[in-house]
């Protein structure tokens, strides 16, 4: 009896080493074995969206790798070795291409895309719409239509009566385009002009104005009508080789010493300033935790995201409030608005003043 007892010992072993072997050659040659899986990503169908439970804090949540779309007609064209490239975010400046903007009286179309190429479109609309095109500066960004007095279709753009009278005043049409704030973008203004007699040359825009509001709700459906004109025309790629001289100077600036950021400089006035430093701040995710415009100042949390984080036990809490971490400050100077950032003493986190401010500038321009 104890001889089968080793003899069955012996079989086990011999079969715990051939098993091994086995093992041991599959993994080498796992390569050979395994499936290649590298055409799984063109031909994958999308699941369906993670559903969080409703108690859970749904700002926490996002996605950390995202996947790129990819069409029927791109998909055919890859192969294992052809991988797709995520897609150039900075071509995406806003989520909208065509949005209408205000402030403190005054309302512009933003546009995402550089003056060359809108000046030519808008000429077109000019044309498209009765206004046509009377006088015209291409370095100045300044479009200026005939009289709107005899084409009815001009008139019902910008809202004179059908019934014409020899009283009335003479009715032209400016567009002003201009590079926007943030970079490869356009801002385009409209204004209805009444004179006693007809203009005989390009009438200076004027800076900043204060319409009624009749003029301001004027301004902005005409704003809307030309984005939708624009908006049709976006296969169209003619460019101005003129319109493309009224880009100037960057309209914001990052001041550098020995390679950090010390400052920003905004050549714009301070209501504007303003309001892009506070865009900027929301579409950064930087949290505002109190603010005061007349003394020109932010308090804001700029915690990394480790560092917001409190553990296991964060699933269990409410919502952590902004703590004050840092505080930008803008003050006015003769050539423009320079902004600044301070790092509080209790904060002992990793992110310093240069970093808000370099990060700030990505945002803004």
């Known amino acids: 009896m104890s001889v089968l007892q080793r003899t069955r010992s012996t079989l086990s072993a011999k ?15 796992g390569c050979g074995v395994m499936e290649d899986r590298s055409e799984r990503y063109v031909n994958a169908k999308e699941g369906e969206s993670l559903q969080l439970p409703e108690s859970a804090d749904e700002s926490r949540f996002s996605q950390k790798m995202p996947v790129r779309d990819i069409s029927v007609a791109d998909a055919s064209k890859m192969y294992p070795s052809d991988i797709p490239r995520p897609p150039d975010m900075t071509s995406e400046i806003l989520e909208e291409n065509y949005v209408i903007e205000e402030l403190d009286g005054r309302v512009w179309l933003l546009v995402n895309d550089v003056p060359g190429r809108i000046w030519p479109a808008a000429n ?8 046509g095109v009377e006088y015209d500066s291409p370095q100045l960004g300044l479009l200026q239509s005939e009289l709107v007095n005899f084409s009815k279709r001009a008139r019902q753009l910008v809202e004179l009566t059908d019934d014409p ?3 009335e005043p003479e009715v032209v049409l400016q567009v002003r385009m201009a590079p926007g ?11 209805r002009l009444s004179k006693d007699s007809q203009p005989d040359e390009l009438i200076p825009w004027s800076g900043v104005t204060d319409p009624g509001p009749d003029a301001l709700a004027l301004q902005k459906r005409l704003l809307a009508d030309m984005g939708e004109f624009l908006k049709a025309r976006e296969e169209n790629k003619s460019f101005s080789r003129a319109a493309s001289g009224m880009v100037s100077t960057p309209l914001v600036k990052l001041v550098s010493e020995n390679d950090d950021a010390v400052a920003i400089r905004m050549f714009l006035d301070y209501g504007r300033s303003w309001a892009e430093v506070s865009r900027s701040l929301t579409e950064a995710g930087i949290g505002v935790v109190d603010l005061n415009r007349s003394e020109g100042w932010f308090y804001v949390d700029f915690r990394t995201e480790d560092e917001r984080e409190s553990g296991w036990f964060d699933w269990f809490s409410d919502k ?21 950032a301070e790092r509080l003493d209790s904060y002992d986190g990793d992110h310093g003043a ?12």
């Open 15 to 29: 079969y715990l080493v051939l098993s091994s072997g086995l093992l041991f050659l599959t993994a080498v040659s």
């Open 124 to 131: 077109a609309y000019m044309a498209d719409r009765g206004l």
């Open 165 to 167: 009278s020899a009283r």
């Open 181 to 191: 704030v943030r970079r490869k973008t356009t801002e385009v203004q409209v204004r």
């Open 320 to 340: 952590e409030k902004p703590q004050h971490t840092h505080t930008i400050t803008l003050q006015e100077h003769a050539d423009g608005i320079v902004i600044t």
């Open 354 to 365: 240069p970093d808000l401010l370099t990060q700030l500038f990505d945002y803004l321009y």
